[in-house]
């Protein structure tokens, strides 16, 4: 069943506000209000985290493990216990109205949308496209050190997965593509790391958002 209550966990907490009764910590797939985060493929199947950060995979949605779905009209709150400078997470079916805020206190530090993520990430289908090449795992360097996201989106939901966020900025996408110069003040610089199956390096000091 999906849950909206409160969620505690090592150094972060998350809240929801507004979210509908089949939105919140969900498992598995519900037609026309979410769908899993595709982590992989395996042959021509796409496959699927079986937990958090940098789980095992599975081709059976029914092992799927649980993500984290907005919906249309919610905001989910991962609040931090220490300031954070960077997050990866799989950003599933990637909508252009998707959206990542992040605070420090009550202060905006920056915003990423999902049309920026379309725009770096390779192979990348449609908007909304829940098969492969819909998702892709992305690092996100703050500008500055953040200790709130808030996920929200102006449409069907926001799907994400395998969260971690880091005291430290990632220097692993510094490898990969360069920063995506942001077409509005104040957003994040942006730079992917990996899409569908290729493997994220572990950071120092790293701890999963469960």
Do not use: C
């Not at 095992?56 to 649980?66: F, L, M, R, Y």
């Not at 808030?150 to 360069?178: K, N, Q």
């Amino acid at each position: 069943m999906p849950s909206q209550s409160a969620v505690a966990g090592f150094g972060h907490s998350i809240a929801f506000d507004g979210t509908a009764s089949n939105q919140g910590v969900v498992q598995g797939a519900l037609f026309t209000f979410r769908a899993i985060p595709i982590a992989g493929e395996s042959g021509t199947d796409p496959t699927f985290l079986t937990g958090n950060y940098q789980s095992s995979q599975t081709t059976d949605p029914a092992e799927a493990g649980n993500y984290i779905s907005t919906g249309k009209l919610g905001n989910i709150a991962i609040s931090f216990d220490l300031d954070q400078l960077s997050l990866t997470l799989l950003w599933g079916s990637i909508d252009t109205t998707n959206v990542l805020d992040f605070y420090e206190g009550a202060g905006l530090v920056g915003s990423v949308a999902g049309v920026q993520i379309q725009a770096i990430t390779p192979g990348f289908v449609s908007d909304g496209y829940q098969g492969i090449g819909g998702s892709s795992y992305v690092t996100l360097n703050a500008p500055g050190p953040f200790n709130k996201v808030v996920a929200r989106s102006g449409v069907l939901s926001f799907e994400l997965a395998g969260l971690a966020a880091s005291t430290m900025p990632s220097d692993i996408a510094s490898t990969a593509l360069p920063p995506i110069d942001a077409p509005e003040p104040g957003s994040i610089a942006l730079l992917a790391i990996a899409v569908l199956g290729l493997g994220l390096a572990r950071y120092s000091r790293t701890h999963p958002v469960a």
